[in-house]
């Protein structure tokens, strides 16, 4: 089953995250929840599940040397390197903690940002309720997570894509259709939503979509599982490696507030924060 074109082991997650980043895709996503993140000088701002710190120096930059970036994350190997790459700014801190339970005293910050990190989590609500408390009154919280649920993948035998997505959806990934519902579970929080943005992310290339998706190191895991036969999984790959290539999948970018004086039972009673808008 095994294909010249695509990676049959997954890459160390530094790795993978740095390569993520990279890309036109990375870097475009990364932009717009930085645009509606809206920082301004002085502030203090929170990197939740910060990883191997890729985007504190564009935080950084943002707050200007009268503010304050804190990263925090769970893996000491991803800490050691955050804190290694931010070195030399003086503004940013890394800490080891668990974002269930935030290393952080009440509304310690004025903006929050999660980037792909809730669709790992145990218990995303949770989660949700940690950032509703270390977020000042008016302070943003900005969300970044796919839905894999939306994930397509073009091949003259939909069933087996179909079959593809679902092992994902169902195995691969914990929280796997967070991003439809960060919307609901941000306002059952505390938090209103004032806007749920889509971002669609089209591949053409077979090589480069395997980058981020890994397809055929899925497509054997699957095997393994019994939701593929090896000869099914060989046609699904040797199609993707050969014929023209589509791939999509959908990340939702929301935009949660924390308003002052409005209690949880309130903001999740109010369909206004509920309904995505530009």
Known sequence: MTSTEFETAAPDPIVYLDRVAATDLGRSYKGHMLDVLDIRPGQTVLDLGCGPGTDLTS?????????????????????????????????????????HDLPLPDHAADRARTDRVLQHVTDPAQALREFHRVLRPGGRLVMGEPDWDTLTVDHPDSDLSRAYTQYVTDKVVRNARIGRQLPRLAAEAGFAVPAVIPITSVFRDAREADKILGLERTAQRAVAAGHFDQEAARRWLDHLSTGPFLAAVTLYIVVAESYPGRSRRAVAADPATTAGRH
């Open 59 to 99: 935080l950084a930059q943002a707050v200007t040397g009268t503010g304050t970036v804190i990263g925090v994350d769970h893996d000491p190997t991803a800490v050691e390197t955050a804190r290694a790459r931010a070195a030399d700014r003086q503004t940013v801190t890394v800490r080891l903690g668990d974002i």
